[in-house]
């Protein structure tokens, strides 16, 4: 199934700002809230698409991925949208305290304490022709957030935990009545997480992650282009609550060579003869990604002539072997002749046209 255009879902165009995007989906969400529409299943799935697209369009680095790669791109990160009302009340709960101002007009409240994965982190990597054409093996710096070192998540000081709320009784949520619905809002004394803290962790005042800075070493495979992707798992930010880290992806931008330029796994570069070379034929040596090769010119050959090295390309990604190297042959012409030179080319064409 074709999954519609976020920005055309929000009924907003690609370069408006967050504020706007927030005040489009909250129109949208009101609009099409399933309490307000019971039994209505296509203002269900409006309301559905609505919140999936503000989580991708309201969270600066999924808009980013989105804008550059569409729907392939985020799925590729793990994003698989939401399961269920339950999980898009819960998400934007904010959301929905402004518009009707309470916390989750449906009273599926749960508490915010639960365990929650870290969220993914990019980093743009640049690195030159040559080592995308064999690999390489670097290291980068990252500033992220970590479980904190000292009370090991929870946020509590050494010695104590975090403590149920009194209040909610855990939920998270405290149950009210507003007309037909029936409605919890966030706890006033715990903000929606069922627990408190009563003597925060020094380290990290209670939010139970830390800022750090940390070398992290990738392995970067032969073959590689612009646009490529690394994945690697858990060295994004830190998970809330004892939740997994988030993952970092390394998206690869290739530096341009000055003399090979790629298609595919193929490379091309052009080399230019003498007019000599090219009508009497002989040897000549050409760049290759691993020096140099020597190349068999035929008598005779015409400028614009292509030939093909087998195996001299880029190593295949995703499979054994390489590309070829095309050889593009430029017969140069000159353009300053001493007398000599001249004398012997009008002799030249004397004998062309005694020939012909």
Known sequence: MIKKDYYEILNVTRTVSEEEIKKSYRTIAMQCHPDKNPGNKKAEEQFKEAAEAYEVLSDRQKREIYDQYGHEGLSSTGFRGFSGFDDIFSHFSNIFEDAFGYGNIRGRGQSRYAASAGADLRYDLKISFLDAAFGLTTTIELEKSATCHKCHGTGAAPGSSPETCRTCK???????????????????????????????????????????????????????????????????????????????????????????????????????????????????????????????????????????????????????????????????????????????????????????
Do not use: W
């Not at 929606?192 to 005042?205: A, L, M, Q, V």
């Not at 034929?281 to 990604?289: F, I, K, S, Y």
């Open 170 to 356: 855990g939920r998270g949520q405290v149950i009210q009545s507003s007309g037909f619905f029936t409605i919890s809002s966030t706890c006033p004394h715990c903000n929606g997480y069922g627990k408190f803290i009563s003597k925060p962790c020094e380290n990290c005042r209670g939010m139970g992650k830390e800022q750090i800075s940390k070398t992290v070493q990738l392995k970067i495979p032969a073959g590689v282009e612009t646009g490529s992707r690394l994945r690697l798992r858990g060295e994004g930010e830190a998970g809330d609550r004892g939740g997994t880290d988030g993952d970092l992806y390394v998206f690869i931008h290739v530096e341009e060579h000055d003399i090979f330029t790629r298609s595919g796994d193929d490379i091309i570069c052009r080399v230019p003869i003498s007019f000599v070379h090219a009508a009497l034929g002989g040897t000549v040596e050409v760049p290759a990604l691993q020096g140099k090769e020597k190349l068999k010119i035929p008598r005779g050959t015409q400028n614009g002539k292509t030939f093909r090295l087998k195996g001299k390309g880029i190593a295949h990604i995703r499979g054994y072997g390489r590309g070829d190297q095309i050889i593009e042959i430029f017969v140069q012409i000159p353009t300053e002749l001493c007398k000599k030179q001249e004398e012997l080319l009008v002799e030249f064409e004397k004998l062309n046209q005694t020939a012909s």
